[in-house]
RNA sequence: GCGUCCGUAGCUCAACCGGAUAGAGCACUCGCCUUCUAAGCGAGCGGUUGCAGGUUCGAGUCCUGCCGGACGCGCCA
């Protein structure tokens, strides 16, 4: 099944090839000018520009074509030479009725499913989830259900940052303050297999450490050395680390809970980690690894580069394994467990030379094509001045605190509208809950991912306007009016397009596929968000301008029933893409 | 210094492969609840697309230069 813009596009380019014309440049988009025509066709004025002949002339040779499409209501030729198209209301009907029987609700499934690994939301080991936090989190996610809907086999991994220095500062930090824990010494143990610290602690400790190391060099080669050892399998710093991993994973999966957000795979980095030796030998043996100032390193420049791009280091001058050295044995690991066709990296912006570094050094090694590696980088959440979100305190503010503000504010809202009454205590709560999380999801996903935004909570929490509790809402809305037509014994009937309303909805429905396929080749979340919201605008004035249940015709309100009955279907489906839920009551 | 990205309405953001009259939301003004949830709908106001050149029938979009900003640039992740 296909979408209107599609079977256009089939008829256009052959008209195109009739006319002698290139095939391609009969691409049909929706119209620029919704009061001319339904859809457009600019192919001819590209085929002008190649042909240097007159453009009018050769759309003229094209429309000629179209004219006898039953499914055209119109074919103008306008201005310069763009070719106007307007579909009938029975083919309008026809589609309708298509997507209201269609499970998918008009999306289409991609042609060549293939093995997607989505690596995303990057927690780390004692350290909270904090703002910075939301956008890889709510961004992977909806990658990932978009990339499973379209019929790809999906994975989305955590990759857990559980290893490196950072652990090497936590265990100074841990030993200095309790010098007497027995996973600090020497030997085989055997060790307790309790944390002797709470994540409190963690969170405590991690930053004093990770300040001071960065000005005391004693400390920090102490730190390092720490690292080193744990790295080698010291196996009392391995229990107390065990440790480390286990309060730390316990409350971000409780986090990620909060915000919809599931995991396939929790592999840490440490994972990756006893692939490195022989990875490191394997690199060696094929003469990719150089000696370089006491570290090992392998060189990923290239000649076309406008700027020489850093060697990737793979083994430190202290004989650590590197940032970019479990990247690549993550790389090695997913190619033999996985065998991924491509591996999504949902990862801040700025990271973009580390992944081309190791993506290069992945393709030398060859362990994957570099095609098959891709960074999905994205912006910054900034304050509202501009630079990086902090609190008016100066501090991070944590995802959980956030999370709860954005409840609050909707718990507020929803005692306004009185719907404390008339929900128990407990879906209230849920509800609150659905709406504090379509605020926050809706006010990331409706950017592009890569340009940066200002984060205002007041602004985000705001249930007028373009927002995901106006999503919510019209969610809600088309479900109250479902359940009034049970009541009254209604039940939706084959959909039919009469008034304008009904078309502009119609078209609506119908750029549903368009949508996803472009937000999934561009793997850009917003194009879902941008069509949810277009779809809740256009059904809205729907509501307005067309009665359901109280239109005298059976027929008509049977089908506006079915037209209501779709819209949610397909709204619906857009907001869970994006990791939305709509509750039924708001 | 080198490199990447960005500069669009008072604010926050769009603009499909270079196409018609640069669009939304917020804010502001005015209308609309004896019809299904007004968290809504309709209408209005608001623009020299940072500046200057160039290519083109046509430039927010491509090229050059300048101004302004964010970010990155081997032993943190």
Known sequence: M????????????????????????????????????????????????????????LAEQVVARLRDDPRLASVEIAGPGFINMVVTDAELTLRAQEIAADPRLGASVTETPRRVVVDYGGPNVAKPMHVGHLRASIIGESIKRLFRFRGDQVWGDAHFGDWGFQMGLLIVAVG?????????????????????????????????????????TDYRDRARRATALLQGGRPGYRALWRGFVEVSRTALEREFNALDIQFDLWNGESDADPLIPDMVAELEARGLLELDQGARIVRVAQPGDKRELPP?????????????????????????????DLMLYVVDQRQADHFAQVFRAASLAGYAAEEALEHIGFGTMNGPDGKPFKTREGGVLKLHDLIEMAREKARARLREAGLGAELSSEAFEDTAHKVAVAALKFADLGNFRGTSYVFDIDRFMS???????????????????????????????????????????????????????????????NLIAEHAYRLAQTFSKFYAACPILVAEDANIRASRLGFAKVTLDQLDSALRLLGIESPDRM
């Open 2 to 57: 296909t979408d209107l813009k599609r079977r256009l596009t089939e008829a256009v380019s052959a008209a195109f090839t009739a006319s002698g014309l290139d095939g391609t440049l009969g691409r049909v988009t929706v119209s620029d000018r919704p009061d001319l025509a339904d859809f457009q066709c600019n192919g001819a004025l590209a085929a002008a520009k190649a042909a240097k002949a007159n453009p009018r002339a």
């Open 463 to 525: 249930f007028e306007g373009k927002t995901g509790p106006y999503l919510l809402y019209q969610s809600v809305r088309i479900k109250s009016v479902l359940r009034k037509a049970a009541e009254q014994g209604v039940a939706p009937g084959p959909l039919l397009v009469g008034e304008p309303a009904e078309r502009e909805l119609t078209l609506a429905l119908d750029a549903y596929d368009t949508a996803l396929s472009e937000a999934y080749a561009k793997r850009a979340p």
């Open 176 to 216: 200095d303050e309790q010098p007497d824990l027995p996973f600090l010494a020497e030997g085989d143990g055997p060790f307790p297999t309790e944390s002797p610290v709470s994540l409190a602690d963690l969170e405590r400790l991690y930053p004093i450490a990770a300040g001071r190391a960065k000005t005391d």
């Open 312 to 340: 990737l280091l793979v083994v430190s001058s202290e004989g650590s394994a590197m940032y970019g050295t479990t990247d690549l044995a993550t790389i090695l690991d997913r190619r033999r467990r996985l065998d991924p």
